[in-house]
């Protein structure tokens, strides 16, 4: 008990601001014991606020009450300055351990992404090797007879017809008289299906565009064909037919790879982008003539443009 109070003395001792220098005093000064009885008032004035601050703390903990001891009272003190240290030391503990945790996710996580990453080029490579007989011909109007016809399958030959006519049969003329082809192939030898495709797209008018047309080649040199003879058998690049019609052919690209197009094109420092085969090709504008491929349509901009 008494070692106890006696380091609560030292500390409120230290704590007490220290007097000032003492000066000689005159003779008719007051006498030393004013002084005296000065600081013992402060201590003893600063013993009963401690003493309250204490009673308070141990009421607030539902510690011993107004009739324990002092040696009870800081010992219930001292039993929660442990509790609460060895509650932190558990928590620095968790903490640290979350921490671990933490890192060993992302680290997993960063796999999953890569072998996702993996998986979905993968799978969009396979897609886009589906389509390597097919293309899209965007801009042909639909016909009279696709508007006559009475069920899904006589639209779609008749749509068919309409694009080998005015748009494959010149393109394929010129590809024979080139050397590319040795006869201009019928129709039915041509194309083995076609089809119209839903599309909600409009012109700056609102006037919506004609429904997209897919087309599947039976032969792979005669897609080739179209691609590489569309530009020689029309006026301009696109393609202007002699019966005034705007239309576009290319190749039936995936969702993925078009997004992936659409966001190159959005970038300032991308020139051109196409495709060949299905691969995205790009050049930059500050090296238009250098031609640069994009590994994957899933890869980010950064890795590709530095």
């Given at each position: 008990?008494?070692?106890?109070?006696?380091?609560?003395?030292?500390?409120?001792?230290?704590?007490?601001?220290?007097?000032?220098?003492?000066?000689?005093?005159?003779?008719?000064?007051?006498?030393?014991?004013?002084?005296?009885?000065?600081?013992?008032?402060?201590?003893?004035?600063?013993?009963?606020?401690?003493?309250?601050?204490?009673?308070?703390?141990?009421?607030?903990?539902?510690?011993?009450?107004?009739?324990?001891?002092?040696?009870?009272?800081?010992?219930?003190?001292?039993?929660?300055?442990?509790?609460?240290?060895?509650?932190?030391?558990?928590?620095?503990?968790?903490?640290?351990?979350?921490?671990?945790?933490?890192?060993?996710?992302?680290?997993?996580?960063?796999?999953?992404?890569?072998?996702?990453?993996?998986?979905?080029?993968?799978?969009?490579?396979?897609?886009?090797?589906?389509?390597?007989?097919?293309?899209?011909?965007?801009?042909?109007?639909?016909?009279?007879?696709?508007?006559?016809?009475?069920?899904?399958?006589?639209?779609?030959?008749?749509?068919?017809?309409?694009?080998?006519?005015k748009i494959l049969k010149p393109i394929l003329s010129v590809a024979k008289a080139k050397g590319h082809l040795e006869v201009v192939p019928?129709?039915?030898?041509?194309?083995?299906?076609?089809?119209?495709?839903?599309?909600?797209?409009?012109?700056?008018?609102?006037?919506?565009?004609?429904?997209?047309?897919?087309?599947?080649?039976?032969?792979?040199?005669?897609?080739?064909?179209?691609?590489?003879?569309?530009?020689?058998?029309?006026?301009?690049?696109?393609?202007?037919?002699?019966?005034?019609?705007?239309?576009?052919?290319?190749?039936?690209?995936?969702?993925?790879?078009?997004?992936?197009?659409?966001?190159?094109?959005?970038?300032?420092?991308?020139?051109?982008?196409?495709?060949?085969?299905?691969?995205?090709?790009?050049?930059?504008?500050?090296?238009?003539?250098?031609?640069?491929?994009?590994?994957?349509?899933?890869?980010?901009?950064?890795?590709?443009?530095?």
């Amino acid at each position: 008990m008494k070692k106890k109070v006696g380091k609560a003395l030292d500390k409120v001792l230290e704590s007490l601001d220290p007097l000032p220098p003492q000066r000689t005093p005159p003779s008719t000064s007051s006498p030393p014991s004013v002084l005296n009885k000065s600081t013992d008032s402060n201590i003893f004035n600063t013993l009963s606020d401690m003493d309250s601050l204490l009673s308070s703390t141990v009421n607030n903990t539902k510690g011993p009450g107004s009739g324990g001891t002092l040696d009870q009272r800081l010992d219930h003190i001292l039993a929660i300055l442990m509790e609460t240290k060895a509650i932190c030391e558990r928590n620095e503990k968790e903490i640290v351990a979350l921490k671990e945790k933490i890192i060993s996710l992302e680290k997993e996580n960063n796999t999953v992404k890569r072998e996702l990453r993996v998986a979905k080029e993968s799978t969009n490579r396979y897609e886009l090797a589906s389509r390597f007989l097919t293309v899209r011909v965007l801009g042909l109007p639909v016909s009279a007879e696709e508007r006559a016809a009475t069920s899904p399958e006589d639209r779609n030959k008749a749509a068919v017809k309409n694009a080998y006519d005015k748009i494959l049969k010149p393109i394929l003329s010129v590809a024979k008289a080139k050397g590319h082809l040795e006869v201009v192939p019928q129709l039915k030898t041509t194309i083995e299906e076609g089809f119209r495709i839903n599309s909600n797209a409009k012109d700056k008018r609102g006037v919506p565009y004609p429904p997209p047309l897919i087309l599947r080649f039976t032969h792979k040199s005669y897609r080739t064909a179209v691609f590489l003879f569309k530009r020689e058998a029309f006026a301009s690049p696109g393609g202007a037919s002699p019966d005034n019609l705007n239309f576009f052919i290319v190749e039936d690209l995936t969702t993925p790879t078009l997004n992936k197009m659409k966001e190159l094109r959005a970038d300032d420092r991308v020139g051109k982008v196409w495709t060949t085969e299905g691969q995205i090709r790009f050049t930059l504008v500050d090296a238009p003539s250098k031609v640069l491929k994009f590994r994957g349509v899933y890869a980010p901009l950064s890795e590709i443009i530095k």
